[in-house]
């Protein structure tokens, strides 16, 4: 998988190929599915939402140009496939789900397969962190249609942010935002297709959990 | 009696179809109502199939079937299931978008066809079963179905906005049912041959249409939870924005315009072009949602702070270049951010002008600023005042390509003129948009400026033309003196994190810096054309550019659309190779309906000809292309006419009102008039007729554009008297060729057959010509069908008889 998909489409950083290498991805997608756990597309893991393909997970990994001292956010746990490949290269990673089960789903296959470093929370995403913030880097792993100011505001002083921006219900770009002192720069990276970013979950509703429960 | 049902069904089928049109712009998106309702309206063609089909089988069939009970029962069928495919048409979980994924989602569509088809075969079948019967007073058949028609399309005009489109589906399924208690006395029948039904037989059908009104009762009165509710599509924004919580619809208003839902939610967020920059919490905000989609916003802007976050939108671009202005033109057509830009710049006088009743009422009422409820072309034309700045405002549908088939003169080359027309000598013009990539938008409206410009006379026209982006939308700014200053808006888009795009003067190095693509594709693309008008040459960039990105025109005004046919391998490389985002152009749906209805009209025009084994009996290949011709004409005329006066009325249901209830009546009348006209008179007919239309495609444009500055009462009255004549005469040939052309009962119903084939077949390909063509070629079409049918009819048939 890595070297096919991942290293001749270009994904150099050896962190992330071996980050790729050493997360089960298998363990991640629901049983029924585990075949089909290494093929080159998303796959679904209920709930509307998907895991993400490989190359989409290696290449916004790569984007945030991780050196291995960073505070990391993602919004949009998923299955936690995603969390679990930046706990291998980052400091911290903080997590946020917005549908319940799949929130403990994720959460509890993260703790049994040894990824106790990564946060978890219930809620709405849109809104962050604020009591873990500042981050040095925010992935956003759902579609939405402009960038989220309060997690540009929980980014810090040469963060990175990306994300899939453009309509959810089309196709959008894979976005990186950069912030030096007041000024920011996007940069469209490549087409992509992520399921919309959802507002369920009410900012008061939130379940916090460090570590894993 | 048949004459009497010949006019109920005509009516309520006609108010189904329109109300259907209705119920799919909710459910889904124009192009895609086209595709069902076009492909269900062969229902009509398919009834004279089938009677020529039973030709074969059942001697005296048409006056068997014409008789008052089949009739009746006819009718009932047609009731059951015009109101049994609307419900169940509701709850297919029909979703377009899959249709290349899931292959359950094909028998869903099929079924959809299929349900909706039934109704108009039942009430084609009556029709052309008294074509078919009473062949003398085919006039009097062809006024009786265009009087319906008529009545058909004007009634959901009052009765809309009350009933809501589910119960007035079922309120119109209804009316044929009238006929039931009703039995004519021998003595007055219509025709020596009609036969009378037995009393007990009278009573069963009474008793089941009493049955049917009882149970449609009870759906009607039952509200909407038993699936006549129409819900929007979940791909809308409308049912995105439903989705977060503590987010309501606070008013709901339904009419032939559309249906408008008032929203408030706190999550509603929109600030098209907002600056990075921008830190603050934005203002409050509503939307109003036309068919779940294409929403309008307003900002509770209470205090002066309120307004300041479009200071750090991208369209205030053009309010630097203006400090201070005295009067501002703001043309709304979606959106909603403009208004927070114009006044917070300090303007003293705003004058808004929104064609949509209901949204230029919630305007008035929220922002306490004059709101024009006009056609903006209309109050351009009417208008003597100078602006200081004149801004646009319109983002386009939800889904790029979607609105492909969408007219719109807001961005023609005539409509610049008349913006830069009515701007002071310091004047700025201001245009909003979606940001697209490959290029597309942004250089037809660089082009239609420059044109513009260029035509106006202005020297070097691309000094007046300024393009800033950011990463999801452009503003293009035309500013009536030349920018030999460029510093404040060089300032302006550093400030704000904004890219130039075009601007005299600039560089390469100057752009692509905070919005960054691979490569600065909208700089390359404007320079190149830019060059490309410098050297005369841009006929061919417009030729060799992927999309078809030239400016339009008032012919061809199309602002969504920019496929090529020629280039289509190359656009679906260039999305991805998917076909999902070439399924949501409206051409390519336009094209996909139009080679299914060929293939159904060529089963339905074949099945008699294969299943009619006497060589006698079979279908004569000269009455096929002489009524396939006449359909085509009616349906051309029809649609040019719709087309052009969506011109004058700026709403394309206006016109498609105004133009098809006048072609009913007024080719209703011609159809009555038929009576009195001999074998002789159709070669006449179809002379004249061809004359006028010709007249029609050289006079109507100077017409058009004058009507353009009367008051709303005499545009109306104008338009309808300019309907008369063609109208009048598109009502003869087919009438007088059913009498006059045909010997035999099976003969008319396939008549019947070949028209409503080629109805169907042109309303899909006017689309295409109006498109490609532009609208005029349309009347053109029309005048080469009617010269088919005076040719056929001149030669051929006339010999025969």
Redesign the interface.
């Known amino acids: 998988m890595v070297l096919l998909q991942i290293r001749l489409r270009g994904v150099s950083d050896k962190r992330v190929q071996n980050a790729m290498n050493q997360v089960p991805r298998h363990s991640f997608v629901p049983e029924e599915l585990v075949s089909q756990a290494y093929a080159d597309h998303p796959l679904p893991i209920g709930q509307g939402q998907t895991i993400s393909q490989p190359y989409i997970v290696a290449l916004m990994t790569e984007k945030l140009k991780l050196k291995g001292d960073e505070r990391i956010l993602e919004i949009g746990t998923g299955s936690g496939y995603q969390a679990a490949i930046l706990a291998k290269i980052a400091k911290e990673v903080y997590t946020i789900e917005i549908k319940e089960k799949l929130y403990k789903k994720a959460s509890n296959l993260l703790r049994s397969i040894g990824f106790s470093k990564i946060k978890t929370l219930h809620g709405d995403g849109y809104f962050g962190w604020p009591e873990a913030a500042p981050f040095d880097c925010i992935m956003i792993t759902a579609s939405i ?3 989220p ?1 309060p997690l ?2 929980q980014l810090k002083n040469g963060g990175r942010l990306i994300l899939p ?7 959008q ?1 894979l ?1 990186l ?1 950069t912030k030096h002192d ?7 990276i490549t ?1 992509v297709l992520f399921v ?1 970013m ?3 979950a ?1 900012d008061q509703n939130r379940t916090v959990t460090d570590d894993i429960p | 009696m048949i004459l009497t049902a010949v006019f109920l069904l005509s009516l309520s089928s006609l108010a189904f179809e329109v109300l259907l049109t209705r119920v799919f712009s909710i459910s889904q998106w124009n192009h895609l109502s086209f595709m069902v309702i076009s492909i269900a309206l062969f229902g009509f063609a398919a009834a004279g199939t089938f009677l020529n089909i039973i030709d074969t089988h059942k001697k005296d069939w048409e006056q068997r079937l014409s008789a008052s009970g089949p009739v009746k029962i006819f009718i009932i069928l047609y009731t059951v299931t015009a109101i049994g495919s609307f419900i169940l048409l509701n709850r297919i979980p029909l979703d377009y978008f899959r249709l290349p994924l899931e292959p359950v989602q094909i028998f869903y569509l099929l079924t959809a066809y299929l349900l909706l088809a039934l109704p108009f075969f039942f009430a084609g079948l009556v029709i052309s079963l008294a074509y078919a019967f009473i062949p003398e007073k085919t006039g009097f058949v062809y006024f009786a179905s265009m009087a319906g028609s008529a009545c058909g399309a004007i009634i959901p005009v009052p009765f809309l906005p009350l009933l809501g489109e589910g119960r007035f589906i079922i309120l119109a399924a209804l009316i044929p049912l009238i006929i039931l208690p009703f039995e004519r006395p021998p003595a007055n029948k219509i025709h020596t041959k009609t036969k009378t039904i037995s009393r007990g037989k009278r009573f069963a059908l009474q008793a089941s249409g009493l049955f049917i009104v009882i149970i449609a009762g009870l759906l009607v009165s039952m509200g909407d939870g038993i699936g006549i509710k129409v819900n929007p599509s979940p791909y809308k924004d409308l049912s995105r924005v439903l989705k977060f919580p503590d987010t309501r619809i606070f008013e709901t208003v339904t009419g032939l315009r559309g249906r408008f839902d008032s929203v408030q939610s706190p999550y509603i967020r929109f600030a098209p072009g907002l600056s990075l920059k921008f830190k603050d919490i934005l203002p409050k905000q509503w939307a109003i949602y036309r068919d779940g989609d294409t929403p309008f916003f307003g900002y509770k802007l209470q205090l002066q702070k309120d307004e300041w976050f479009s200071r750090f939108t991208l369209p205030y671009a053009g309010y630097m270049l203006a400090p201070n202005p005295e009067h501002i033109l703001l043309i709304q057509d979606g959106g909603g951010s403009g208004i927070p830009c114009a006044m917070a710049c300090g303007a003293l006088n705003i004058t808004i002008v929104e064609q949509k009743p209901q949204i230029a009422h919630m305007v008035r009422k929220n922002y306490n600023i004059p709101v024009v409820n006009q056609n903006p072309r209309a109050f351009m034309a009417q208008s003597d005042n100078h602006y200081d700045i004149i801004h646009i405002e319109n983002w386009g549908s939800s889904i790029p390509g979607s609105d492909a088939l969408t007219q719109g003169y807001l961005f023609t080359t005539a409509s610049f003129s008349g913006y830069l027309n009515h701007l002071t000598e310091n004047g700025i013009l201001i245009m909003a948009r979606k940001l697209l990539l490959p290029p597309a938008d942004s250089i037809r409206l660089w082009a239609g400026a420059y044109e513009s410009l260029r035509s106006l006379e202005f020297e070097n026209p691309e000094q007046h033309i300024a393009v800033l982006r950011n990463w999801s939308t452009f503003t293009l700014i035309v500013s009536v003196k030349p920018f030999n200053d460029t510093v404040v808006l060089k300032d302006f888009a550093r400030n704000m994190n904004f890219d130039l795009v075009y601007l005299p003067g600039i560089t390469k190095e100057m752009v692509n810096r905070f919005n960054m693509f691979d490569a600065p594709y909208h700089f390359f693309e404007i320079n190149r054309l830019a060059e490309a008008y410098r050297s005369g040459t841009e006929k061919a960039y417009f030729e060799t550019y992927p999309l078809d990105v030239a400016p339009q025109s008032d012919s061809r005004p199309f602002p969504g659309r920019f496929l090529k046919w020629s280039k289509l391998k190359t656009l679906y490389k260039m999305t991805g190779s998917r076909f999902y985002s070439l399924f949501m152009s409206g051409e390519i749906v336009v094209s996909v309906v139009f080679l299914e209805a060929l293939v159904i009209a060529i089963l339905l025009l074949m099945l008699p000809v294969f299943t009619i084994k006497k060589q006698d009996k079979k279908p004569n290949i000269s009455h096929l292309i002489y009524f396939l011709a006449v359909g085509a004409g009616f349906m051309f005329v029809e649609l040019f006419f719709i087309k052009k006066y969506i011109f004058i009325f700026g709403d394309p249901v206006i016109s498609f009102t105004v133009v098809l209830t006048g072609i009913l009546i007024f080719s209703g009348f011609g159809g009555y008039c038929s009576q009195r006209i001999g074998p002789g008179g159709l070669r006449n007919v179809l002379i004249a007729l061809i004359a006028v239309l010709i007249l029609v495609f050289l006079g109507l444009d100077p017409m058009i554009h004058g009507i353009l500055g009367f008051s709303k009462i005499l545009q109306y009255a104008l338009a309808i008297l300019l309907l008369i004549l063609p109208c009048f005469l598109v009502g003869l040939p087919f009438p007088l060729g059913m009498r006059y052309l045909l010997n035999r009962p099976a003969q008319r119903a396939y008549a019947w057959t070949a028209n409503g084939c080629a109805s169907v077949l042109t309303s899909i390909l006017s689309a295409q010509i109006a498109l490609s063509l532009g609208i005029p070629i349309i009347i053109l079409c029309a005048a080469a069908a009617y010269l088919l049918a005076f040719l056929i009819s001149n030669t051929k048939i006339i010999g025969q008889k």
């Open positions: 249609d402009h960038i100011p540009l505001k921006l453009g309509n959810p219900f089309s196709y770009y976005s935002v007041d000024q920011y720069t996007v940069k469209q087409g919309p959802t507002g369920h009410l």
